[in-house]
């Protein structure tokens, strides 16, 4: 399984982006799909999930801004961000697995202006 994250870039605070991830192979839609991020000189964190039912979950940091999803038909998990603050800026990655995060992707990066 190879996931390819994307839609990373530069934006103001209060601004949005959306990130995506394109997976490859058959199982996508068994798969449990997450997103971290990685800011500089902090340890990798959990943003939120989505489970193959389709139960979705987040970090305290991004609930009520943040949305993710899924497109079985498109194997690709998606991240809505919304009213972005500064602190958000970090390096995303995506990743997924049967019942852990086993795979991930490279990571796509995420600037948030003041």
């Known amino acids: 399984v190879q996931l390819q994250a994307s839609g990373g870039g530069v934006v103001q605070a209060g601004g949005s982006l959306r990130l995506s991830c394109a997976a490859s192979?058959?199982?996508?839609?068994?798969?449990?799909m997450g997103w971290f991020r990685q800011a500089p000189g902090k340890e990798r964190e959990f943003v939120a999930g989505?489970?193959?039912?389709?139960?979705?979950f987040y970090a305290d940091s991004v609930k009520g801004r943040f949305t993710i999803s899924r497109d079985n038909a498109k194997n690709t998990v998606y991240l809505q961000m919304n009213s972005l603050k500064p602190e958000d800026t970090a390096v995303y990655y995506c990743?997924?697995?049967?019942?852990?995060?086993?795979?991930w992707g490279l990571g796509t990066q995420v600037t948030v202006s003041s």
């Open positions: 192979g058959r199982t996508f839609s068994s798969f449990l």
């Open positions: 990743a997924g697995g049967t019942a852990s995060y086993d795979y």
């Open positions: 989505i489970n193959r039912g389709g139960s979705t």
